[in-house]
């Protein structure tokens, strides 16, 4: 590769991260908004034209207070944890389907896997290097509950590998141009956008910052610019997720200008999930994911395989 070329590659790069941290900016004021009409009031309105500019002025207060560091944390791991976690939420972007082809990623459902895996570490690590039993206990619930709710993801995944041939997200497009796969995978959808809810630490399954239990959960002991950018992990997360998720069920046309839009009433239903319903009870989602969502995704993985084999045989 030429040196112009990983130039220009590095500058789309950065461009695509910067996009992505001001679509997280105004997620937030969107979640601020809706959060706020579903309870009655305003939300934030002061700051700019109705609040447009309020999750800007909480960044720069939130980087610009001193950080406090625990006396008996672990220092490195407890600094470089969330630093880790915003690195992967943003890594995990490059495997996006782009108009100038940024990157070309024939196994990009394999790299999508093997981010969400790497993330769960850094809240673990977030949680043990604080030193705290809130932090720890926050840190655990997250490692079983995203261990487990990843099984049903990844069998998802394989269920549409096999109807689409290939890793790559392009092929979602080319084989939803005719029918979307929400309307032939319905229950799978479900399960999925359930599971990612549990991905992502969302309600009503955000039991790694069980405010009522744990205080703060594995972020407890972080402040001002390392709460922040656990924070935006997060929210990038939860971006990616319901740009995948578009991408599976929703056509996947992602030249245009509808993709965003059904981008942004999936992130409008992670909102309405959290201003709706309660936290689950811990013991309840590990049976969720073990006694209901696993067995729907291998029934749906087997009779996918054998739809392909029965399809393969009537074709030779």
Known sequence: MQLNDMVLMMLESLILF????????FLTLLERKVLGFIQIRKGPNKVGYCG???PFSDAIKLFSKEQTFPFVSNYLPYYFSPVFSLFISLLVWSITPSYFGLFSFDLGLLFFLCCT?????????????????YALLGGLRAVAQTISYEVSLALILIS????????????????????????????????WFA????????????????ESELVSGFNIEYSSGGFALIFMAEYASILFMSML???????????YFFFILKVVMMSFMFIWVRGTLPRYRYD???????KSFLPVSLNYLIFFSGLKIVIISLLI
Do not use: H
Request: charged content about 5%.
């Open 195 to 210: 599971s990612s809810l549990a991905e992502t630490n969302r309600t009503p399954f955000d039991f790694a910052e069980g």
């Open 52 to 54: 447009v500019v309020q």
């Open 18 to 25: 910067i996009c992505v941290l001001v679509g997280v900016a």
């Open 245 to 255: 998720f578009v991408i599976l069920f929703l056509g996947g046309d992602f030249y």
């Open 160 to 191: 549409f590998i096999i109807l689409s041939n290939g890793y790559n997200l392009c092929n979602f497009y080319l084989y939803q141009s005719v029918l979307w796969f929400i309307f032939i995978t319905f229950p799978l959808m479900i399960v």
């Open 284 to 290: 309840k989602l590990m049976y969720l994911a073990w």
């Open 117 to 133: 895996s790497v993330g769960v570490y850094t809240v673990m690590v977030a949680g043990w290097s604080s030193n705290s039993l």
